[in-house]
């Protein structure tokens, strides 16, 4: 059989001559036609050549890029000489289908010849369902069977062929069946779907990572305590310490006050002789000492007071440890001893 397309190439390649400026779109549209009649025409030499399951992929592809009834004719007649009676039968039938719509009686009735000789050879297969759940999918070789054909012999190609049905919260089924080159019709029977089992594992709440370090100690409030309170009985020795030292220079200012009033006029104690002014002066650089000391002393005694009676007691059953402070006298002087 040969169904020649050269009058619609040379129809096409003029047009495309004349109106080559018409725009990319129709450029693209010539190419495709180009590249579909090239494949044609390499498609009918393979089959001459006797190579019939090269020539298929040819045909198929021109007809992808150009759809014709003629291809669709010759796809058809190099299906039946590759053993797929079936699919030649159905590319028959959509061939007289595409030729009736253009008007070519004569490709119709060539392609119903075919079609008709096929039919009564075909071997078919028959998918009964057993027990049809929601969502339930079958699928002939990864193709879907729609539920109108369940329970239907429909044509199939002889050889190997896989059924798998499927269906939400059901397990998968599987079976493989080979298929004679004879005009039978094989059954398949799907039986009813086991149940899947529920997932028992529960979700995490969490997917924060666990941490596995000991969790840390809890705050000893004795040790604390302990601490604070020293650190109040430093604040106080260092008050006492100023308040002594301001005393201390207080005293002597007062002292060398006195003193100079010998160097000044009686009755007129501002007339002094200059010893007496030096003297003056000594005496208020001390008076301002003493000022600022004991305004520390105060200052430091107050805040170590506070922060010995906010620390923190201490936990029970643990032992705490008295703490004291004392000033004791020394030779010239006074010495701040306090133990915790």
Known sequence: MRLARRHRLAATVAFA??????????????TAKVAAETLFEEGRRLMTDGKAADACPKFAESQRLD????????????????NRPASAWATYKEGASLASAA???DLVTTAQRHADALYPTLPRLNVNVAAPVDGMAIAL???????????????????????DATA???????????????PKTVAVD??????????????????????TSPPPPPADDGSVGSTQRAVGIVLGAVGIVGLGVGAGFAVNAKSTYNSSLSDCVAGSPNQCSQAGVNERNSALSAGNVASVMVAVGAAALVGGVVVWLTAPSASPGRSTQAASLALVPTL????????W
């Open 67 to 82: 759809p014709s009834s003629s291809t669709l004719i010759n796809l058809a007649s190099c299906y039946e000489k590759t």
């Open 141 to 163: 070789d990864g193709v879907s069977v729609g539920r109108a054909e369940w329970g239907v012999a429909v044509p199939v190609d002889p050889g190997d062929h896989t059924v």
């Open 190 to 211: 799907v039986p009813a779907l086991e149940a899947a089992p529920a997932d028992a594992t529960p979700a995490p709440a969490s997917t924060a990572p666990v941490s």
């Open 103 to 105: 008007g070519r009686q």
């Open 17 to 30: 001559a004349v109106l080559g400026s018409a725009g990319h779109a129709h450029a693209q549209g010539s």
């Open 168 to 182: 939400p919260h059901f397990k998968p089924w599987s079976t493989k069946l080979t298929v004679a080159p004879d």
């Open 332 to 339: 010239g002087g006074g010495m701040l001893r306090g133990t």
